[in-house]
């Protein structure tokens, strides 16, 4: 049965990868950016526009669109910034919770009514720095400790209306993110010692099909032979 799945930043990469793959197995992909342009060539059903650094805008965007039954929901959108607490200024930090933690919350609070007429599924798309902590990854880890913080406690609340909550912990994939933050972290790159993006959606969309007596609520995965992430001497 087709299902509808909305996908937080699917312009590209996992969640241009979760979109074609949602499409290619006959659901329904509400798609997020925040422009349409960053949707061209992305399958889709309907698109979310909308800026997740400014989460007072979100619940006017949901109310938009009318959504009375919702499948599923996956977190995917998210940002970082690699930096001493030292030296990361305020501008950083607040930017990073917004989009990372705060837009979360408040998206999957608008969301709640559809997800439950359709006993639905939340998944967050965490990271391994959402278990632990390294130096520079102060704002970065502490959004998603906090994400972590988030879906345990959604977890708990909305088992009794039958919404189901997983936190997929991907490491070391091939992603622009994933290169961005080795280069400012001053760290060897190499896509092959990575996992692909294809792998982590195809666990994702597993996770959407599982069973109606079970439940995935924590998923950590890693590339068999990563790179280790440690600044160039």
């Keep these: 049965m087709s299902k509808t799945i909305l996908v937080t930043g699917a312009g590209r990469g996992l969640g241009r990868t979760l979109a074609e793959q949602l499409t290619a197995r006959g659901d329904k992909v509400i798609a997020h950016a925040r422009s349409e342009s960053a949707l061209d060539g992305v399958p889709h059903d309907r698109t979310l526009v909308l800026d997740l650094a400014e989460p007072a805008r979100i619940a006017d965007a949901v109310a938009a669109l009318g959504l009375e039954r919702l499948d599923g929901v996956i977190h995917n959108a998210g940002i970082a910034h690699i930096g001493t607490v030292a030296e990361q200024p305020l501008e950083q930090w607040e930017r990073t919770l917004a989009i990372n933690v705060t837009a979360p919350a408040e998206l999957t609070r608008a969301l ?120 160039k001497s």
């Design 112 to 231: 709640l009514p559809a997800l439950r007429a359709a006993r639905g599924h939340v998944v967050f798309v965490n990271s391994g720095a959402g278990l632990n902590a390294g130096p520079k990854w102060g704002s970065y880890a502490a959004s998603k400790h906090a994400l972590r913080a988030l879906a345990d406690a959604l977890r708990g609340e909305e088992q009794p209306n039958g919404v189901r909550v997983t936190s997929v912990y991907p490491s070391h994939f091939a992603t622009d993110m994933q290169r961005s933050v080795r280069e400012q972290y001053g760290a060897d790159y190499d896509p092959a010692r990575a996992t692909s993006p294809e792998s982590i959606a195809t666990t994702i969309v597993g996770i959407l099909n599982a069973p109606d007596d079970m439940v995935v609520n924590d998923l950590r995965i890693e590339p068999p032979n990563p790179l280790p992430f440690k600044a």
